[in-house]
Protein backbone atom coordinates (compact mmCIF):
# COMPACT_ATOMS: atom_id res chain seq x y z
CA UNK A 1 0.00 0.00 0.00
CA UNK A 2 1.09 3.56 -1.11
CA UNK A 3 2.63 5.38 1.88
CA UNK A 4 4.66 9.00 2.79
CA UNK A 5 7.61 8.39 4.15
CA UNK A 6 9.65 11.12 5.91
CA UNK A 7 13.53 11.37 6.59
CA UNK A 8 15.47 11.60 8.66
CA UNK A 9 14.10 9.99 11.49
CA UNK A 10 15.46 11.64 14.12
CA UNK A 11 17.66 15.14 13.47
CA UNK A 12 19.96 16.69 16.60
CA UNK A 13 21.05 20.26 15.98
CA UNK A 14 22.52 23.15 17.76
CA UNK A 15 20.15 26.17 17.97
CA UNK A 16 21.02 28.74 15.33
CA UNK A 17 21.88 26.22 12.74
CA UNK A 18 19.65 25.37 9.13
CA UNK A 19 18.07 22.21 9.32
CA UNK A 20 15.22 20.72 6.08
CA UNK A 21 13.75 17.70 7.14
CA UNK A 22 12.37 15.23 3.80
CA UNK A 23 9.33 13.65 3.23
CA UNK A 24 8.18 11.76 -0.26
CA UNK A 25 4.64 12.31 -0.26
CA UNK A 26 2.29 9.34 -1.79
CA UNK A 27 2.72 9.33 -5.57
CA UNK A 28 -0.24 10.24 -7.27
CA UNK A 29 -1.39 12.92 -4.40
CA UNK A 30 -1.90 16.62 -5.26
CA UNK A 31 -1.83 18.14 -1.81
CA UNK A 32 1.15 18.24 0.62
CA UNK A 33 1.03 19.28 4.13
CA UNK A 34 3.19 19.99 6.95
CA UNK A 35 2.58 19.45 10.48
CA UNK A 36 4.20 19.87 13.90
CA UNK A 37 3.65 17.96 17.63
CA UNK A 38 5.35 19.09 20.75
CA UNK A 39 5.96 16.18 23.00
CA UNK A 40 2.56 16.13 24.92
CA UNK A 41 0.37 18.18 23.11
CA UNK A 42 -1.94 18.18 20.37
CA UNK A 43 -0.83 17.58 16.44
CA UNK A 44 -0.44 21.02 14.94
CA UNK A 45 -0.84 22.67 11.48
CA UNK A 46 2.13 24.34 10.10
CA UNK A 47 1.66 24.71 5.65
CA UNK A 48 -0.37 23.21 2.99
CA UNK A 49 1.37 23.95 -0.52
CA UNK A 50 -0.85 22.46 -3.55
CA UNK A 51 0.16 23.48 -7.51
CA UNK A 52 3.59 24.55 -6.44
CA UNK A 53 2.59 27.54 -4.11
CA UNK A 54 1.03 27.65 -0.56
CA UNK A 55 -2.15 27.26 -0.18
CA UNK A 56 -2.30 28.56 3.61
CA UNK A 57 0.07 28.69 6.47
CA UNK A 58 -0.46 28.72 10.39
CA UNK A 59 1.14 31.80 12.65
CA UNK A 60 3.84 29.39 13.35
CA UNK A 61 5.26 29.03 10.34
CA UNK A 62 7.06 32.62 10.42
CA UNK A 63 9.89 33.95 7.89
CA UNK A 64 11.96 30.88 9.49
CA UNK A 65 10.15 28.06 7.77
CA UNK A 66 9.98 26.97 4.08
CA UNK A 67 8.60 24.86 1.73
CA UNK A 68 9.50 23.37 -1.29
CA UNK A 69 8.89 20.67 -3.89
CA UNK A 70 12.57 20.54 -5.28
CA UNK A 71 11.56 17.24 -7.90
CA UNK A 72 8.48 15.66 -8.53
CA UNK A 73 8.79 13.18 -5.42
CA UNK A 74 10.65 15.18 -2.66
CA UNK A 75 8.50 17.95 -0.52
CA UNK A 76 10.44 19.59 2.00
CA UNK A 77 10.32 21.98 5.26
CA UNK A 78 13.11 24.14 5.86
CA UNK A 79 14.11 25.97 9.25
CA UNK A 80 16.82 28.26 8.66
CA UNK A 81 18.38 28.73 12.10
CA UNK A 82 16.65 26.66 14.72
CA UNK A 83 15.28 27.90 17.87
CA UNK A 84 15.26 25.36 21.20
CA UNK A 85 10.98 25.73 20.92
CA UNK A 86 11.20 24.31 17.15
CA UNK A 87 11.77 20.69 19.32
CA UNK A 88 8.98 18.61 18.29
CA UNK A 89 7.66 15.63 15.83
CA UNK A 90 7.54 17.21 12.31
CA UNK A 91 4.75 15.18 10.34
CA UNK A 92 4.68 15.62 6.42
CA UNK A 93 1.08 14.28 4.94
CA UNK A 94 -0.21 14.40 1.49
CA UNK A 95 -4.09 13.78 -0.13
CA UNK A 96 -5.23 13.22 -3.12
CA UNK A 97 -8.71 15.08 -2.33
CA UNK A 98 -9.75 17.59 0.09
CA UNK A 99 -11.11 15.03 2.32
CA UNK A 100 -8.46 12.22 3.64
CA UNK A 101 -4.78 12.79 4.62
CA UNK A 102 -2.42 10.50 5.10
CA UNK A 103 0.42 11.27 7.37
CA UNK A 104 4.06 10.09 7.24
CA UNK A 105 6.09 8.72 10.48
CA UNK A 106 7.37 11.60 11.34
CA UNK A 107 10.88 13.41 12.12
CA UNK A 108 11.78 13.85 15.74
CA UNK A 109 13.52 17.39 15.62
CA UNK A 110 16.10 17.74 18.49
CA UNK A 111 17.49 21.37 18.97
CA UNK A 112 20.04 21.85 21.77
CA UNK B 1 -9.69 28.20 22.36
CA UNK B 2 -9.72 24.69 21.18
CA UNK B 3 -11.78 24.00 17.89
CA UNK B 4 -12.35 20.56 18.11
CA UNK B 5 -13.04 18.99 22.25
CA UNK B 6 -12.35 15.51 22.69
CA UNK B 7 -13.85 13.83 25.45
CA UNK B 8 -12.67 12.28 27.57
CA UNK B 9 -8.83 13.00 27.77
CA UNK B 10 -8.13 9.16 29.06
CA UNK B 11 -10.46 5.98 29.32
CA UNK B 12 -9.41 2.79 30.87
CA UNK B 13 -11.66 -0.34 30.25
CA UNK B 14 -11.76 -3.81 30.78
CA UNK B 15 -11.74 -6.10 27.43
CA UNK B 16 -14.37 -6.96 26.35
CA UNK B 17 -16.54 -3.81 27.53
CA UNK B 18 -17.93 -1.17 24.85
CA UNK B 19 -16.36 2.61 25.12
CA UNK B 20 -17.24 6.23 22.96
CA UNK B 21 -15.07 8.77 22.28
CA UNK B 22 -16.49 12.50 21.54
CA UNK B 23 -15.33 14.86 19.27
CA UNK B 24 -17.35 18.32 19.48
CA UNK B 25 -17.31 21.93 17.78
CA UNK B 26 -19.08 24.81 17.39
CA UNK B 27 -17.81 24.95 14.01
CA UNK B 28 -19.33 22.92 11.06
CA UNK B 29 -17.06 20.83 9.35
CA UNK B 30 -16.78 19.73 5.44
CA UNK B 31 -14.92 16.43 6.86
CA UNK B 32 -14.17 14.52 9.67
CA UNK B 33 -11.14 12.14 10.37
CA UNK B 34 -9.76 10.11 12.91
CA UNK B 35 -7.11 8.95 13.37
CA UNK B 36 -4.61 6.57 15.93
CA UNK B 37 -1.77 7.64 16.90
CA UNK B 38 1.09 5.33 18.82
CA UNK B 39 3.79 6.79 20.45
CA UNK B 40 6.71 7.86 19.07
CA UNK B 41 4.91 7.26 15.37
CA UNK B 42 2.69 9.17 12.82
CA UNK B 43 -1.03 9.23 13.14
CA UNK B 44 -2.72 6.87 11.06
CA UNK B 45 -6.03 6.89 9.15
CA UNK B 46 -8.81 5.11 10.56
CA UNK B 47 -12.07 6.68 8.74
CA UNK B 48 -13.22 9.78 6.98
CA UNK B 49 -16.99 10.64 7.11
CA UNK B 50 -18.39 13.86 5.35
CA UNK B 51 -22.34 13.58 5.49
CA UNK B 52 -24.30 15.00 8.17
CA UNK B 53 -25.51 11.91 10.14
CA UNK B 54 -23.20 9.12 8.41
CA UNK B 55 -22.67 6.13 10.01
CA UNK B 56 -19.25 4.41 9.42
CA UNK B 57 -18.38 0.66 10.32
CA UNK B 58 -14.53 -0.49 10.46
CA UNK B 59 -14.86 -4.02 12.39
CA UNK B 60 -15.72 -3.22 15.56
CA UNK B 61 -15.70 0.14 15.99
CA UNK B 62 -18.39 2.67 14.85
CA UNK B 63 -17.96 6.49 13.40
CA UNK B 64 -20.73 8.91 13.04
CA UNK B 65 -20.99 12.17 12.25
CA UNK B 66 -23.60 14.36 13.33
CA UNK B 67 -26.49 15.56 11.34
CA UNK B 68 -24.96 19.73 11.83
CA UNK B 69 -21.79 18.61 11.35
CA UNK B 70 -20.63 20.22 14.31
CA UNK B 71 -19.32 17.04 16.22
CA UNK B 72 -18.62 13.32 15.90
CA UNK B 73 -18.02 9.72 17.70
CA UNK B 74 -16.06 6.92 17.76
CA UNK B 75 -17.46 3.68 19.59
CA UNK B 76 -15.79 0.47 19.87
CA UNK B 77 -17.68 -2.74 20.88
CA UNK B 78 -15.97 -5.68 22.63
CA UNK B 79 -12.72 -3.61 23.30
CA UNK B 80 -9.54 -5.76 23.28
CA UNK B 81 -6.06 -4.84 24.43
CA UNK B 82 -5.15 -4.11 20.62
CA UNK B 83 -7.43 -1.33 20.94
CA UNK B 84 -5.41 0.66 23.45
CA UNK B 85 -3.71 3.78 21.42
CA UNK B 86 -4.50 7.49 21.25
CA UNK B 87 -7.33 8.04 19.33
CA UNK B 88 -7.14 11.84 17.48
CA UNK B 89 -10.02 13.33 15.46
CA UNK B 90 -9.39 15.85 13.05
CA UNK B 91 -11.77 18.31 10.97
CA UNK B 92 -11.54 20.26 7.79
CA UNK B 93 -13.44 23.31 7.34
CA UNK B 94 -14.73 24.80 3.85
CA UNK B 95 -12.21 26.52 2.24
CA UNK B 96 -9.68 25.80 4.69
CA UNK B 97 -6.69 23.43 3.22
CA UNK B 98 -5.76 22.18 6.48
CA UNK B 99 -6.87 19.40 9.55
CA UNK B 100 -7.51 20.85 12.87
CA UNK B 101 -6.85 17.95 15.44
CA UNK B 102 -8.43 17.62 18.70
CA UNK B 103 -5.98 17.12 21.97
CA UNK B 104 -6.91 13.06 21.47
CA UNK B 105 -8.00 9.98 23.88
CA UNK B 106 -6.08 7.86 25.44
CA UNK B 107 -7.66 4.29 25.43
CA UNK B 108 -6.41 1.66 27.54
CA UNK B 109 -8.01 -1.94 27.70
CA UNK B 110 -6.67 -3.97 30.38
CA UNK B 111 -6.25 -7.58 29.36
Known amino acids: EPEVTQTPSHQVTQMGQEVILRCVPI?????FYWYRQILGQKVEFLVSFYNNEISEKSEIFDDQFSVERPDGSNFTLKIRSTKLEDSAMYFC??????????FGPGTRLTVL | TQLLEQSPQFLSIQEGENLTVYCNSSSVFSSLQWYRQEPGEGPVLLVTVVTGGEVKKLKRLTFQFGDARKDSSLHITAAQPGDTGLYLCAGERSNDYKLSFGAGTTVTVRA
Open chain 1, 93 to 102: ASSGSYNEQF
Open chain 1, 27 to 31: SNHLY
